[in-house]
Nanobody, 121 residues
């Protein structure tokens, strides 16, 4: 089992920045690729970004490319999502997940509880 706890969400004005963190415990963190997903009210959970086990590969959704950056620190068992130039449409609950590298929800076996990000216009 892998336990994941997200933090860093909050309320920010459009154009602002936030950095989300996801701390992992349990099984060896570096065994897993990590992903970030988000879910806005009334919408399906969607892929945001993914990073391979050693950080060598990253992939972001087109909607956040150039604004969001995913990174990880295996020594700290933590994955990050740096979010810049935030837009109101980025408002959602953000989830981190551990599993296989990919953009599909089914690629990931373990999920955090989520952290709310609200971007005001």
């Amino acid at each position: 089992q892998v336990q994941l706890v997200e933090s860093g969400g909050g309320l920010v004005q459009a154009g602002g920045s936030l950095r989300l963190s996801c701390a992992a415990s349990g099984r060896t963190f570096s065994n897993y690729a990590m992903g970030w997903f988000r879910q806005a009210p009334g919408l399906e959970r969607e892929f945001v970004a993914a990073i391979s086990w050693n950080g060598g590969y990253t992939y972001c959704a087109d909607s956040v490319k150039g604004r969001f950056t995913i990174s990880r620190d295996n020594a700290k068992n933590t994955v990050y999502l740096q979010m810049n130039s935030l837009k109101p449409e980025d408002t959602a609950v953000y989830y981190c997940a551990a599993g296989r590298f990919g953009r599909s929800i089914s690629s990931y076996d373990y999920w955090g509880q989520g952290t709310q990000v609200t971007v005001s216009s």
